[in-house]
């Protein structure tokens, strides 16, 4: 290994979304050094540019609405599985984040009278569910309206920060030493070099593992890379069995129904008479039962009849820039999954879910410390926060509450441990697990092992889930991830000479397969159903024998899962 460059500063941040910028503006007001590391290009990278509504309570909503009651919404919605410390900050906090986007240039959808439009989304008590708006003409940039103007708001308010941003950086390990998180390794894919950062705190927000599925909303980049070194590191992480699915990729626009193979409009069977009063969890089921008992295409899809629309309401249409375009050029409406063309005038059209949110992932405090001092996080990458499913509204307040919080913590802690050390065999055996990797795999080959991975989480553990199901494809991904061992424990590389975007790529594989391992275990030891968690075989939730949260944690290399009881503080079934 030759000389690691290593880059110093008092909080790194991994991650280029909300979540990142906003911890990012936080920790430098509070007097931090702070450099923000992402696998992609800042402001096109991660999922919040792709956000709609936002659920807050504030003047603009219902007289009658209070935090407690958006507390108990989110927490019931999610089974009572959520951290109600951590929902309880979210609902109270809500309405600064809202008001200091204002006060940063972000407008809002809003009545003919000049108040901001309130809407009432489904599984909310009140409306309080509003739409930010870019404060200016509406610009022509991916993603949707409420996120762009977000997102360019946050990237003024680095920019007038000077805060250091380096682009195109992949996270590869977290580095400890004496107990506590120093740093991380990372791939420089722009100069093919291997490098690590040394600082007084970290902040993860590399946002979800949807990819561990062939079909999934989010961005390329959301790999479970934060997991997976956090785990690695012996963090621990907690509900990593569950992800949200959305109905269809092409959306489910005014006027149009889903039908099966038969040609039978079907949602009603499940009681679902209403789009707008309906879950995106209540369509999905309805959705995913039809797929599981064999009324779907033999590609697992269902289709959509667009014969009402032309008499539907096109304000109601969905919030990208350009909905009719995006399903023309694109087949979808998310970044993370592109499906074949979509005329809405030539007749009815294929469609079917996509994973996409994984509620699992780091464990943190109030103070969105992980379990190791030294980590913190926010966004995605984080788990138990909500329990096992959220009502439209929260993702971006989940971004900027606990973003913020983050990158306060984290400066406060990097200024009381001061100067910190590296620990030079860490990030040795970080760099011979990354130039293991490369060895022996070209293009054909890591696409066949991708393949593998997403085509095993998609057979055997979509939207309703069995244990059968379970079992056979935590089978097949354990023996992936062997054959993957195998190949990665000859003699470690010296140096690597290849493309530092490629081998990212690479060393995307054994973080999914980690975070799918993961998952599956989990899902196995979940014996009901809840939120977004669906199994055949356990239809129901038992409060008497799951409420209770998963816990794994690594010790002596190997995984540890514990079922741990959730503290109803404020609220129970």
């Not at 935090?67 to 809500?94: C, R, W, Y």
């Amino acid at each position: 290994m030759d000389r690691v460059n290593v880059i110093e500063t008092d909080v790194l941040i991994v991650g280029g979304g909300g979540a990142a910028c906003r911890a990012a503006i936080e920790a430098h007001d509070a007097g931090a050094d702070v450099l923000v590391i992402l696998k992609g290009t800042f402001g096109h990278s991660g999922c919040s540019r792709y956000v709609g509504t936002n659920a807050a309570v504030g003047p603009w909503g219902d007289e009658n609405d209070t935090p407690e009651s958006a507390m108990k919404d989110l927490l019931a919605h999610g089974g009572f599985l959520g951290n109600q410390e951590l929902v309880k900050i979210l609902t109270e906090e809500s309405a600064a984040r809202i008001e200091e986007l204002a006060e940063w240039g972000v407008d809002f959808e809003r009545n003919e009278d000049g108040s901001i439009a309130i809407t009432h989304a489904a599984a909310h008590t009140y409306p309080r569910n509003l739409t930010l708006k870019p404060n200016g003409p509406d610009p022509q940039a991916d993603g949707y309206l409420p996120g762009i103007a977000m997102m360019d708001a946050l990237m003024a308010q680095m920019d007038s920060r000077g805060i250091r941003v380096m682009n195109d950086v992949a996270l590869v390990d977290l580095l400890s030493n004496d107990g506590r998180i120093v740093g991380a390794t990372a791939i420089d894919c722009r100069a093919s070099k291997f490098i690590a950062f040394k600082a007084g705190a970290t902040i993860l927000a590399t946002g979800t593992y949807s990819h561990v599925y062939s079909r999934a909303s989010t961005s390329l980049e959301e790999t479970g890379d934060g997991q997976a070194a956090a785990f690695r590191a012996g963090v621990e992480l907690i509900d990593m069995e569950n992800t949200q699915f959305i109905p269809s990729w092409t959306g489910i626009p005014p006027g149009s129904a889903p039908v099966n193979v038969l040609g039978e409009q079907f949602l009603e069977h499940y009681g679902v008479t209403g789009l707008e009063a309906k879950t995106k969890e209540d369509v999905v089921f309805a959705i995913g039962t039809e797929i599981r008992e064999g009324r779907a295409t033999e590609r697992g899809t269902i289709f959509i009849d667009p014969t009402g629309l032309e008499n539907a309401d096109t304000k109601k249409m969905p919030f990208p820039l350009r909905y009719e375009t995006n399903l023309r050029e694109d087949g979808s409406l998310y970044p993370g999954f592109r499906g074949e063309s979509v005329d809405l005038n030539g007749g009815r059209f294929e469609s079917g879910p996509l994973a996409h949110t994984t509620t699992g992932g780091i464990k943190i405090n109030a103070q969105c410390e992980a379990s190791i001092p030294g980590l913190y996080a926010a966004g995605g990458v984080v788990g138990g926060l909500y329990g096992h499913a959220r009502p439209e509204g929260f993702t971006v307040m989940i971004t900027l509450v606990f973003g913020r919080r983050a990158g306060m913590f984290a400066a406060q802690g990097a200024k009381d441990i001061g100067e910190v050390q590296l620990d030079d065999t860490a990030i040795r055996a970080s760099f011979d697990r990354a130039a293991g990797v490369v060895g022996g795999l070209d293009d054909e080959g890591l696409e066949v092992l991708r393949s593998g991975i997403s085509a095993t989480m998609t057979k055997y553990a979509w939207v309703i889930k069995d244990e059968y199901g379970l079992t056979s494809g935590l089978d097949r991904i354990r023996k992936l991830a062997h054959a993957e061992h195998q190949r990665t424990t000859g003699p470690q590389a010296e140096a690597v000479s290849v493309d530092g975007f490629a081998w990212t790529k690479v060393l995307e594989v054994p973080n999914l397969l980690l975070c799918a391992e993961l998952m599956l275990m989990g899902a196995i030891e979940r014996k009901d159903s809840r939120g977004a968690f669906f199994r055949a075989d356990y239809p129901d939730a038992d409060n008497e024998g799951w409420l209770k949260n998963i816990i794994h944690r690594r010790i002596d290399g190997q995984t540890v899962m514990d079922a741990v009881p959730v503290d109803l503080r404020y609220c129970s079934p």
